[in-house]
C-alpha cells in the first residue's frame, strides 16, 4: 500500500468543503474562501444518504459543473462521496481526483465490492469512513476489499460512531478503534472527519488537537460559506474563517518521537511503571473471574440462574459512583463493567453446564 495522498514531509492532509454542493454560486464562494489554505482536496457530496425521505438528497449530476469549474478555476483537486458503481462511473467520467465511501456503505460488504470493482485499475485516492457501528474487522474488511480490487492509494477517515442515548459528541469517536485499525495496517493514513464527529462548531479544536495529538494524518472538514443556509447538516457546518482562524490556526502539531536522552529517560520510566500496573490490572481480573467461577458453581448447586438484574443493577451504580470519585468517565467505566461482567457470565454458564457437584 502507497500513499494515497501525497504532501510535503510533516504536513497534514487538508480535506475541506462544504456537507453537500447546494448551488453554483454556494460552491465557488466556498472555493474562494477554501482557497487560501490550499488544501488538498476540495469536498462536497453530490449524492446525500438520508435516514429518512423526503429531506436534501444532494443535487446529483446537476452539480458535476460546478465542481469541475472550482477545479480549472482554482486549481483544486475535487473529491466526493460515491455509494455505488453508478456513482464511480459518473464521477470518473466527470474527472474527480479522489472519492471516499461513506459510513452507510462501508457497512455492507456487498456495496463496497461493487464499488471497488467499479474503481478497478483508477490510480486516485480512494477513501474509506468507519462504519456506524463500532467494529474494527468491518471497517478493516472494506479496506482490504478495495485493496483486493488492485487500488494501491486508499485512506481511512474517521468520523465516529453511531451511538444510543446522550452522548457530548454527535459521533462517539472511540478513538481506540482507529488507533488499532491502524496498528493493523500501519501504512494506512488516517483522516479524522471533526465535523461528523463533533456536530457542533464548539467541539471542532478539540477534536482536532486529539487527532493531532494521536499522530493523525489529516483533517476533513465541513465548511459552508453561510452555515445557517445549509440544506443538510447545517448545525455541524462552519464558515472558512472560523475554520481558519479559531480551528487551523491553534493546533499544535507535536512531533512523533524525541532523540531527546532526558525525554526517553523519564518516559521509559513512567512506561516500565505502566507496565507493572498493567500487569496487575490483569491479575486482579483474573482473580475476578476465579471468584464468577466459584459463584457460578454455588448458584449451580442451588439451583439458582446466572443473572440476578437488582445485583447488576446494584454493581453498575456502585462502580459508576466509584469511578465518578476517580474521575473516570462514564463511557469508560461502562465499557469496563461491561466487558468484565460478560467474560463473568461466560466462566458462569461453563460452570453450569459441567456435570459435577449439584447434578
Known amino acids: 500500500m502507497k500513499a494515497a495522498i501525497e504532501c510535503k514531509p510533516g504536513a497534514k492532509v487538508l480535506i475541506l468543503g462544504p456537507c453537500s454542493a447546494e448551488s453554483e454560486t454556494q460552491m465557488r464562494q466556498a472555493a474562494v474562501q477554501i ?18 425521505p423526503g429531506h436534501f438528497e444532494g443535487m446529483g449530476e446537476r452539480a458535476l459543473p460546478w465542481m469541475q469549474q472550482i477545479q480549472r478555476e482554482f486549481g483544486l483537486k475535487i473529491c466526493t462521496e460515491v455509494a455505488n458503481a453508478r456513482h464511480v462511473e459518473t464521477v470518473l467520467k466527470a474527472g474527480f481526483d479522489a472519492v471516499w465511501i461513506g459510513a452507510r456503505t462501508s457497512v455492507n460488504p456487498f456495496y463496497v465490492s461493487e464499488i471497488a470493482e467499479a474503481l478497478t485499475g ?28 488492485g487500488i494501491e492509494r486508499v485512506a481511512a477517515i474517521h468520523r465516529g460512531f453511531s451511538f444510543y442515548g446522550n452522548a457530548v459528541y454527535r459521533n462517539v469517536p ?9 496498528r493493523r495496517l500501519p501504512n494506512l493514513q488516517m483522516i479524522a472527519d471533526i465535523s461528523h464527529i463533533g456536530g457542533r462548531p464548539e467541539y471542532l479544536l478539540e477534536i482536532a488537537q486529539i487527532a493531532y495529538d494521536l ?17 443538510s447538516d447545517a448545525d455541524q457546518q462552519v464558515t472558512p474563517a472560523y475554520f481558519r482562524d ?8 507535536r512531533r512523533a518521537f524525541s ?12 512506561r516500565d511503571r505502566i507496565d507493572q500496573v498493567d500487569s496487575d490490572i490483569l491479575r486482579l481480573i483474573s482473580n475476578r473471574m476465579e471468584l464468577a467461577e466459584q459463584i457460578g458453581r454455588v448458584k449451580k448447586k442451588f439451583g439458582v440462574s446466572i443473572f440476578q438484574p437488582p445485583r447488576w443493577e446494584q454493581i453498575v451504580q456502585r ?3 466509584d469511578g465518578r470519585e476517580l474521575v473516570l468517565s462514564e463511557e469508560f467505566i461502562f465499557s469496563l463493567i461491561e466487558a468484565i461482567h460478560i467474560e463473568s457470565i461466560q466462566r458462569q454458564s461453563k460452570q453450569m453446564n459441567v456435570p459435577g457437584e449439584g447434578e
Request: negative net charge.
Open 35 to 52: 482557497s487560501e489554505m490550499r488544501p488538498d482536496f476540495i469536498r462536497a457530496g453530490l449524492w446525500k444518504p438520508r435516514t429518512r
Open 122 to 149: 483508477v490510480d486516485i485516492p480512494v477513501m474509506v469512513k468507519n462504519p456506524i457501528n463500532p467494529d474494527v474487522h468491518l471497517w478493516q474488511g472494506a479496506i482490504e476489499r478495495v485493496l483486493g480490487a
Open 174 to 182: 472511540r478513538w481506540q478503534i482507529p488507533i488499532e485499525l491502524k
Open 215 to 231: 499522530n493523525f494524518d489529516g483533517l476533513m472538514a465541513e465548511l459552508h460559506p453561510d452555515p445557517t443556509q445549509a440544506r
Open 246 to 253: 479559531h480551528i487551523l490556526s491553534h493546533l499544535v502539531e
Open 259 to 270: 532523540e531527546d536522552g532526558e525525554f526517553n529517560a523519564l518516559v521509559e520510566k513512567i
Open 319 to 321: 462502580l459508576l459512583d
